[in-house]
Protein backbone atom coordinates (compact mmCIF):
# COMPACT_ATOMS: atom_id res chain seq x y z
CA UNK A 1 0.00 0.00 0.00
CA UNK A 2 1.30 3.45 -0.71
CA UNK A 3 0.91 6.98 1.25
CA UNK A 4 0.08 9.91 -0.28
CA UNK A 5 3.56 10.64 -1.63
CA UNK A 6 4.27 7.40 -2.74
CA UNK A 7 6.38 5.88 0.25
CA UNK A 8 5.17 2.14 0.85
CA UNK A 9 3.66 1.64 3.69
CA UNK A 10 3.59 -1.37 5.90
CA UNK A 11 0.79 -3.52 6.61
CA UNK A 12 -1.48 -2.90 9.91
CA UNK A 13 0.27 -5.36 11.90
CA UNK A 14 3.25 -4.54 11.08
CA UNK A 15 3.53 -1.13 12.05
CA UNK A 16 4.59 -0.22 15.01
CA UNK A 17 2.68 1.71 18.58
CA UNK A 18 5.48 4.47 18.71
CA UNK A 19 6.10 5.67 22.51
CA UNK A 20 7.59 9.01 22.98
CA UNK A 21 8.77 10.22 26.03
CA UNK A 22 10.15 13.59 26.68
CA UNK A 23 12.30 15.04 29.97
CA UNK A 24 13.96 18.66 29.98
CA UNK A 25 15.13 19.11 33.61
CA UNK A 26 15.41 17.15 36.69
CA UNK A 27 13.12 19.15 38.47
CA UNK A 28 10.17 17.30 35.99
CA UNK A 29 11.90 14.30 36.78
CA UNK A 30 11.88 14.77 40.65
CA UNK A 31 7.99 15.90 39.87
CA UNK A 32 7.14 12.38 38.15
CA UNK A 33 7.93 13.37 34.44
CA UNK A 34 10.83 11.28 34.64
CA UNK A 35 11.52 9.34 31.14
CA UNK A 36 11.19 5.60 33.07
CA UNK A 37 7.96 6.47 34.31
CA UNK A 38 6.16 8.41 31.49
CA UNK A 39 7.28 4.52 29.53
CA UNK A 40 5.68 2.77 32.54
CA UNK A 41 2.25 4.62 32.32
CA UNK A 42 2.30 4.06 28.75
CA UNK A 43 3.04 0.52 29.29
CA UNK A 44 0.00 -0.05 31.45
CA UNK A 45 -2.48 2.13 28.96
CA UNK A 46 -1.04 -0.10 26.15
CA UNK A 47 -1.48 -3.14 28.17
CA UNK A 48 -4.82 -1.92 29.42
CA UNK A 49 -6.72 -1.27 26.24
CA UNK A 50 -5.27 -4.18 24.68
CA UNK A 51 -3.54 -2.74 21.80
CA UNK A 52 -2.07 -4.93 19.41
CA UNK A 53 1.47 -4.92 17.82
CA UNK A 54 4.97 -4.43 18.45
CA UNK A 55 6.32 -0.89 20.41
CA UNK A 56 9.10 1.46 19.52
CA UNK A 57 10.48 3.80 22.33
CA UNK A 58 11.32 7.41 21.90
CA UNK A 59 13.26 8.75 24.40
CA UNK A 60 14.25 12.41 24.49
CA UNK A 61 15.95 14.07 27.34
CA UNK A 62 17.19 17.71 28.28
CA UNK A 63 14.72 18.74 24.74
CA UNK A 64 12.55 21.93 25.22
CA UNK A 65 8.89 21.43 23.46
CA UNK A 66 9.36 24.54 21.51
CA UNK A 67 10.01 23.11 18.51
CA UNK A 68 9.73 20.02 16.64
CA UNK A 69 13.75 20.09 16.20
CA UNK A 70 14.95 17.44 18.73
CA UNK A 71 16.79 14.42 17.93
CA UNK A 72 13.92 11.63 18.95
CA UNK A 73 11.26 13.28 17.47
CA UNK A 74 13.02 14.01 14.24
CA UNK A 75 13.87 10.08 13.96
CA UNK A 76 9.90 9.55 14.86
CA UNK A 77 8.83 12.07 11.84
CA UNK A 78 11.07 9.99 9.61
CA UNK A 79 9.48 6.94 11.16
CA UNK A 80 6.06 8.18 10.32
CA UNK A 81 6.53 9.37 6.66
CA UNK A 82 8.28 5.69 5.89
CA UNK A 83 5.30 3.87 7.02
CA UNK A 84 6.29 2.44 10.12
CA UNK A 85 4.37 3.39 12.81
CA UNK A 86 0.67 3.37 13.06
CA UNK A 87 -0.02 5.25 16.64
CA UNK A 88 1.95 7.78 18.99
CA UNK A 89 1.23 7.85 22.38
CA UNK A 90 2.42 10.14 24.84
CA UNK A 91 1.66 10.89 28.88
CA UNK A 92 0.77 14.14 28.62
CA UNK A 93 -0.05 16.52 25.45
CA UNK A 94 2.74 19.23 26.28
CA UNK A 95 5.65 16.22 26.32
CA UNK A 96 5.30 15.98 22.49
CA UNK A 97 4.71 20.04 21.98
CA UNK A 98 3.78 23.27 23.32
CA UNK A 99 3.19 25.10 20.59
CA UNK A 100 0.11 25.78 18.84
CA UNK A 101 2.28 25.53 14.58
CA UNK A 102 3.89 22.16 16.14
CA UNK A 103 0.88 20.82 16.91
CA UNK A 104 -0.92 21.68 13.53
CA UNK A 105 2.22 20.40 11.57
CA UNK A 106 1.70 16.96 13.51
CA UNK A 107 -1.78 16.52 13.23
CA UNK A 108 -1.45 16.97 9.40
CA UNK A 109 1.56 14.71 9.63
CA UNK A 110 -0.62 11.96 11.70
CA UNK A 111 -3.67 12.53 9.39
CA UNK A 112 -1.41 12.32 5.95
CA UNK A 113 0.36 9.12 7.10
CA UNK A 114 -3.16 7.60 8.83
CA UNK A 115 -1.66 7.66 12.42
CA UNK A 116 -3.44 7.73 15.23
CA UNK A 117 -2.47 9.71 18.19
CA UNK A 118 -3.36 9.28 22.07
CA UNK A 119 -2.68 11.81 25.04
CA UNK A 120 -3.40 9.98 28.23
CA UNK A 121 -3.89 12.18 30.61
CA UNK A 122 -5.69 14.50 28.54
CA UNK A 123 -7.84 11.49 27.36
CA UNK A 124 -8.15 12.32 24.05
CA UNK A 125 -8.12 10.86 20.04
CA UNK A 126 -7.35 12.77 17.41
CA UNK A 127 -9.19 10.71 14.69
CA UNK A 128 -12.14 12.03 15.91
CA UNK A 129 -13.35 16.00 15.66
CA UNK A 130 -13.60 16.40 19.07
CA UNK A 131 -10.31 14.99 20.28
CA UNK A 132 -8.94 17.59 17.85
CA UNK A 133 -10.49 20.11 19.34
CA UNK A 134 -9.77 19.20 22.62
CA UNK A 135 -6.26 18.75 21.79
CA UNK A 136 -6.26 22.58 20.12
CA UNK A 137 -7.71 24.08 23.71
CA UNK A 138 -5.19 22.18 25.50
CA UNK A 139 -2.20 23.21 23.88
CA UNK A 140 -3.59 26.89 23.39
CA UNK A 141 -3.58 26.98 27.12
CA UNK A 142 0.13 25.52 27.23
CA UNK A 143 1.26 28.26 25.22
CA UNK A 144 -0.66 30.64 27.17
CA UNK A 145 1.17 29.50 30.31
CA UNK A 146 4.55 29.33 28.39
CA UNK A 147 4.43 32.85 26.90
CA UNK A 148 2.92 34.52 30.40
CA UNK A 149 6.54 32.37 32.24
CA UNK A 150 8.66 34.25 29.73
CA UNK A 151 7.36 37.72 29.66
CA UNK A 152 7.26 37.85 33.74
CA UNK A 153 10.95 36.11 33.46
CA UNK A 154 11.82 38.86 30.64
CA UNK A 155 10.34 41.92 32.64
CA UNK A 156 12.47 40.57 35.64
CA UNK A 157 15.78 40.35 34.01
CA UNK A 158 14.90 44.44 32.26
CA UNK A 159 14.30 45.34 36.22
CA UNK A 160 17.37 44.10 37.07
CA UNK A 161 19.08 45.63 34.30
CA UNK A 162 17.68 48.61 35.29
CA UNK A 163 19.21 48.99 38.33
CA UNK A 164 22.66 48.34 36.95
CA UNK A 165 23.19 44.91 37.52
CA UNK A 166 24.82 42.31 34.48
CA UNK A 167 22.13 39.98 34.90
CA UNK A 168 23.43 37.32 32.24
CA UNK A 169 24.92 33.60 32.88
CA UNK A 170 27.35 31.92 31.90
CA UNK A 171 30.88 32.26 31.20
CA UNK A 172 31.95 36.64 31.80
CA UNK A 173 32.79 38.40 28.99
CA UNK A 174 36.85 37.69 28.52
CA UNK A 175 38.04 41.23 30.31
CA UNK A 176 35.92 40.75 33.46
CA UNK A 177 35.81 38.22 35.95
CA UNK A 178 32.36 37.71 38.60
CA UNK A 179 32.53 38.12 42.00
CA UNK A 180 29.99 38.94 44.89
CA UNK A 181 29.92 40.55 48.25
CA UNK A 182 27.90 40.17 50.77
CA UNK A 183 26.08 43.52 52.32
CA UNK A 184 23.61 44.39 55.48
CA UNK A 185 20.75 46.12 54.00
CA UNK A 186 17.63 47.37 56.53
CA UNK A 187 13.98 45.77 55.49
CA UNK A 188 11.26 46.94 57.83
CA UNK A 189 13.79 48.10 60.24
CA UNK A 190 15.43 44.36 60.04
CA UNK A 191 18.77 44.22 59.27
CA UNK A 192 19.14 41.64 56.22
CA UNK A 193 21.80 39.97 54.79
CA UNK A 194 22.23 40.46 50.82
CA UNK A 195 24.76 39.35 48.72
CA UNK A 196 25.30 41.58 45.55
CA UNK A 197 26.89 39.98 42.48
CA UNK A 198 28.99 41.50 39.53
CA UNK A 199 31.74 41.95 37.32
CA UNK A 200 35.27 43.46 37.90
CA UNK A 201 37.75 43.95 35.60
CA UNK A 202 40.25 41.15 35.27
CA UNK A 203 43.90 43.58 34.88
CA UNK A 204 45.47 40.40 32.26
CA UNK A 205 42.42 40.30 30.02
CA UNK A 206 41.48 43.72 29.52
CA UNK A 207 44.91 44.72 28.44
CA UNK A 208 44.32 42.43 25.75
CA UNK A 209 40.64 43.73 25.05
CA UNK A 210 42.74 47.47 24.29
CA UNK A 211 45.34 45.98 22.71
CA UNK A 212 42.28 44.64 20.01
CA UNK A 213 40.93 47.58 19.91
CA UNK A 214 43.47 49.65 19.23
CA UNK A 215 44.86 47.35 16.51
CA UNK A 216 41.64 47.85 14.81
CA UNK A 217 41.51 51.31 15.28
CA UNK A 218 45.12 51.20 12.99
CA UNK A 219 42.77 49.40 10.21
CA UNK A 220 44.09 45.57 10.90
CA UNK A 221 41.92 43.27 9.72
CA UNK A 222 40.17 40.46 11.90
CA UNK A 223 42.03 37.85 11.30
CA UNK A 224 45.23 39.74 11.18
CA UNK A 225 44.42 40.70 14.90
CA UNK A 226 43.04 37.71 15.73
CA UNK A 227 46.98 36.33 14.70
CA UNK A 228 48.77 39.00 16.60
CA UNK A 229 46.58 38.17 19.52
CA UNK A 230 47.55 35.00 19.84
CA UNK A 231 51.10 35.75 19.88
CA UNK A 232 50.90 37.49 23.05
CA UNK A 233 52.97 35.79 25.87
CA UNK A 234 49.42 36.03 28.42
CA UNK A 235 47.35 33.91 25.76
CA UNK A 236 50.06 31.40 25.05
CA UNK A 237 50.43 30.99 29.07
CA UNK A 238 46.53 30.99 29.26
CA UNK A 239 46.03 28.34 26.29
CA UNK A 240 43.56 30.44 24.54
CA UNK A 241 43.32 31.27 21.26
CA UNK A 242 40.66 33.65 19.06
CA UNK A 243 39.34 33.02 15.44
CA UNK A 244 38.56 35.97 13.54
CA UNK A 245 34.69 35.66 14.17
CA UNK A 246 35.32 35.86 17.99
CA UNK A 247 37.52 39.22 16.91
CA UNK A 248 34.87 41.08 15.22
CA UNK A 249 32.03 39.69 18.24
CA UNK A 250 34.19 41.41 20.78
CA UNK A 251 34.74 44.27 19.08
CA UNK A 252 31.13 44.79 18.63
CA UNK A 253 30.54 43.90 22.02
CA UNK A 254 29.60 47.74 24.24
CA UNK A 255 29.76 45.24 27.38
CA UNK A 256 33.14 46.96 27.47
CA UNK A 257 31.82 50.17 27.43
CA UNK A 258 30.01 49.40 30.66
CA UNK A 259 26.88 49.17 28.51
CA UNK A 260 25.05 45.45 28.43
CA UNK A 261 22.55 44.48 25.84
CA UNK A 262 19.67 42.71 26.58
CA UNK A 263 17.01 41.92 23.94
CA UNK A 264 18.10 44.66 21.74
CA UNK A 265 17.32 47.10 24.39
CA UNK A 266 20.93 48.75 25.77
CA UNK A 267 21.31 49.44 29.64
CA UNK A 268 24.03 51.10 31.48
CA UNK A 269 25.49 48.78 34.47
CA UNK A 270 27.44 49.14 37.14
CA UNK A 271 31.01 48.00 35.77
CA UNK A 272 34.19 49.58 35.00
CA UNK A 273 34.27 49.98 31.25
CA UNK A 274 37.64 48.93 30.03
CA UNK A 275 36.94 50.82 26.62
CA UNK A 276 35.77 54.62 26.37
CA UNK A 277 32.86 54.95 24.45
CA UNK A 278 33.77 57.63 22.16
CA UNK A 279 36.62 55.41 21.21
CA UNK A 280 34.32 52.33 20.50
CA UNK A 281 32.10 54.07 18.35
CA UNK A 282 35.27 55.51 16.54
CA UNK A 283 36.90 51.86 16.09
CA UNK A 284 33.15 50.40 14.69
CA UNK A 285 32.91 53.31 12.25
CA UNK A 286 36.27 52.36 10.81
CA UNK A 287 35.38 48.78 10.78
CA UNK A 288 31.34 49.33 8.97
CA UNK A 289 33.04 51.84 6.27
CA UNK A 290 36.29 48.83 5.26
CA UNK A 291 34.01 47.68 2.55
CA UNK A 292 33.37 50.91 1.38
CA UNK A 293 37.03 52.08 0.98
CA UNK A 294 37.39 53.19 -3.07
CA UNK A 295 40.19 51.49 -4.67
CA UNK A 296 42.82 54.23 -4.50
CA UNK A 297 45.01 53.84 -0.83
CA UNK A 298 45.56 56.66 1.28
CA UNK A 299 47.65 57.66 3.82
CA UNK A 300 45.45 59.27 6.25
CA UNK A 301 42.74 56.43 5.60
CA UNK A 302 40.55 56.14 8.45
CA UNK A 303 42.32 58.86 10.31
CA UNK A 304 40.85 62.37 9.11
CA UNK A 305 37.84 63.41 11.50
CA UNK A 306 35.66 66.93 10.57
CA UNK A 307 35.38 68.79 13.26
CA UNK A 308 31.62 68.16 13.48
CA UNK A 309 32.62 65.14 14.93
CA UNK A 310 32.33 62.83 11.75
CA UNK A 311 34.93 60.75 10.54
CA UNK A 312 35.55 61.44 6.97
CA UNK A 313 35.27 59.06 4.32
CA UNK A 314 37.75 58.56 1.14
CA UNK A 315 36.58 59.79 -2.12
CA UNK A 316 38.53 60.74 -5.41
CA UNK A 317 38.01 62.37 -8.43
CA UNK A 318 39.77 61.92 -12.15
CA UNK A 319 40.65 65.16 -13.77
CA UNK A 320 42.60 65.27 -17.54
CA UNK A 321 45.69 67.16 -17.16
CA UNK A 322 48.40 67.78 -20.17
CA UNK A 323 46.62 64.81 -21.57
CA UNK A 324 47.26 62.55 -18.82
CA UNK A 325 44.15 61.51 -16.46
CA UNK A 326 44.79 62.26 -12.74
CA UNK A 327 43.58 60.98 -9.77
CA UNK A 328 43.26 63.33 -7.29
CA UNK A 329 42.14 62.00 -3.51
CA UNK A 330 40.21 63.74 -1.08
CA UNK A 331 38.35 63.36 2.59
CA UNK A 332 34.59 63.80 2.82
CA UNK A 333 32.95 64.46 5.73
CA UNK A 334 29.11 62.95 5.43
CA UNK A 335 27.71 65.64 7.15
CA UNK A 336 28.62 68.68 6.24
CA UNK A 337 29.17 67.52 2.44
CA UNK A 338 32.46 69.54 2.28
CA UNK A 339 35.67 67.83 1.42
CA UNK A 340 39.95 68.35 2.04
CA UNK A 341 42.28 67.38 -0.30
CA UNK A 342 45.03 64.56 0.58
CA UNK A 343 47.82 66.93 -0.78
CA UNK A 344 47.22 69.69 1.64
CA UNK A 345 46.94 66.96 4.85
CA UNK A 346 50.25 66.37 3.44
CA UNK A 347 52.09 69.13 3.57
CA UNK A 348 50.81 70.47 7.10
CA UNK A 349 51.35 66.65 8.66
CA UNK A 350 54.29 64.42 7.11
CA UNK A 351 56.76 67.18 7.89
CA UNK A 352 55.91 67.09 12.02
CA UNK A 353 56.19 63.28 11.36
CA UNK A 354 59.19 63.24 10.29
CA UNK A 355 60.94 64.91 13.03
CA UNK A 356 61.28 61.86 14.46
CA UNK A 357 63.25 60.45 12.45
CA UNK A 358 66.01 63.22 12.70
CA UNK A 359 66.22 61.81 16.28
CA UNK A 360 66.72 58.07 15.45
CA UNK A 361 70.01 56.26 15.58
CA UNK A 362 70.86 54.34 12.98
CA UNK A 363 71.13 51.03 14.61
CA UNK A 364 67.89 51.25 16.06
CA UNK A 365 66.19 51.22 12.72
CA UNK A 366 67.96 48.44 11.80
CA UNK A 367 66.87 46.71 14.46
CA UNK A 368 62.96 47.76 13.68
CA UNK A 369 63.83 46.38 10.18
CA UNK A 370 64.80 43.27 11.54
CA UNK A 371 61.73 42.77 13.97
CA UNK A 372 59.82 43.63 11.25
CA UNK A 373 60.96 41.22 8.67
CA UNK A 374 60.79 38.54 11.82
CA UNK A 375 57.70 39.15 12.57
CA UNK A 376 55.90 38.56 8.77
CA UNK A 377 57.81 35.59 9.18
CA UNK A 378 55.86 34.44 11.97
CA UNK A 379 52.75 35.78 10.90
CA UNK A 380 53.20 33.25 7.71
CA UNK A 381 54.08 30.26 10.16
CA UNK A 382 50.87 31.19 12.38
CA UNK A 383 49.00 31.32 8.77
CA UNK A 384 50.28 28.04 8.03
CA UNK A 385 49.19 26.43 11.33
CA UNK A 386 45.61 28.06 11.18
CA UNK A 387 45.40 26.40 7.65
CA UNK A 388 46.29 22.96 8.98
CA UNK A 389 44.01 23.03 11.97
CA UNK A 390 41.13 23.90 9.46
CA UNK A 391 40.25 27.58 11.19
CA UNK A 392 40.96 29.17 7.44
CA UNK A 393 39.96 28.19 4.46
CA UNK A 394 42.49 27.32 1.22
CA UNK A 395 41.37 30.57 -0.76
CA UNK A 396 41.88 32.98 2.35
CA UNK A 397 45.51 31.01 3.45
CA UNK A 398 46.95 31.40 0.12
CA UNK A 399 45.45 35.28 -0.31
CA UNK A 400 47.01 35.98 3.04
CA UNK A 401 50.46 34.39 2.62
CA UNK A 402 50.82 35.95 -0.94
CA UNK A 403 49.85 39.24 0.91
CA UNK A 404 52.92 38.52 3.65
CA UNK A 405 54.95 37.55 1.40
CA UNK A 406 54.59 40.71 -0.54
CA UNK A 407 55.03 42.34 2.43
CA UNK A 408 58.19 40.71 3.29
CA UNK A 409 59.76 41.59 0.10
CA UNK A 410 59.07 45.01 0.29
CA UNK A 411 60.71 45.44 3.49
CA UNK A 412 63.39 43.57 2.45
CA UNK A 413 64.30 46.26 -0.34
CA UNK A 414 63.22 49.22 2.06
CA UNK A 415 65.91 47.43 4.00
CA UNK A 416 68.59 47.63 1.74
CA UNK A 417 67.76 50.59 0.32
CA UNK A 418 68.12 52.16 3.77
CA UNK A 419 71.62 50.93 4.16
CA UNK A 420 72.85 52.25 1.47
CA UNK A 421 71.06 55.63 1.61
CA UNK A 422 70.85 56.30 5.32
CA UNK A 423 70.00 59.91 4.78
CA UNK A 424 67.11 59.68 2.18
CA UNK A 425 64.69 62.63 2.62
CA UNK A 426 61.20 61.65 4.22
CA UNK A 427 59.28 62.58 0.91
CA UNK A 428 61.08 60.11 -1.01
CA UNK A 429 60.01 57.48 1.29
CA UNK A 430 57.82 54.83 -0.79
CA UNK A 431 53.76 54.73 -0.02
CA UNK A 432 54.07 51.66 2.32
CA UNK A 433 56.70 53.44 4.38
CA UNK A 434 54.88 56.72 4.53
CA UNK A 435 52.00 55.09 5.65
CA UNK A 436 53.68 53.02 7.97
CA UNK A 437 55.08 55.95 10.02
CA UNK A 438 51.54 57.63 9.62
CA UNK A 439 50.02 54.65 11.00
CA UNK A 440 52.74 54.74 13.79
CA UNK A 441 52.68 57.89 15.05
CA UNK A 442 49.31 59.40 13.92
CA UNK A 443 45.87 58.66 16.26
CA UNK A 444 43.59 61.22 14.33
CA UNK A 445 43.53 64.59 12.83
CA UNK A 446 40.80 67.06 12.91
CA UNK A 447 40.42 68.70 9.89
CA UNK A 448 38.29 72.78 9.05
CA UNK A 449 36.61 71.91 5.81
CA UNK A 450 35.95 75.24 5.78
CA UNK A 451 39.20 76.58 5.93
CA UNK A 452 41.08 73.51 4.58
CA UNK A 453 43.34 73.06 7.35
CA UNK A 454 44.04 70.93 10.11
CA UNK A 455 42.85 72.09 13.76
CA UNK A 456 44.02 69.58 15.35
CA UNK A 457 47.04 66.56 14.45
CA UNK A 458 46.93 63.87 17.48
CA UNK A 459 49.91 61.64 17.80
CA UNK A 460 50.21 58.54 19.70
CA UNK A 461 52.10 58.14 22.99
CA UNK A 462 55.89 56.82 22.61
CA UNK A 463 56.18 53.30 24.17
CA UNK A 464 58.20 53.22 27.12
CA UNK A 465 57.15 56.90 28.23
Request: hydrophobic share 35%; glycine share 4%; with cysteine.
Amino acid sequence: MLVNDGVQKLNADERKIAKYCRESTKRQAQDGYNLEEQERRINNYIELYEMKGETVLYQEFGASAKNLKRPKMRELIKDIKAGKIKCVIVYKLDRLVRRLTSLHEMLVLFKKYDVSFVSMSENFDTNTATGRMVCNVIISIAEWEQDTNSERTNEALSAGARLGNYIKGGKPPFGYVRYSEKEVIMINGRKKDFVKKGLKIHEEESEVIEYIFNLAYDNYSFLEIALMVNELEYMKTIKKTYTEYQIRNILHNKIYCGIMTLKSDEYEINIDAIIDLEFFNKVNKIISRRSKVAINDYLFKNKIYCNCGDLCEQKSTNKINSGECVTYLYYYCPKCKKRINESILIDYTLDKIAKYRKNTEKDIIIKEYQNELNSIEELKENMYNFYVSGKISGDTYISMMMRYEDDYKKKKAEYSTFITEYEIKFNQFSFDKKKKLINNKVKDITVDLDLKIPLKIELKEEKGK
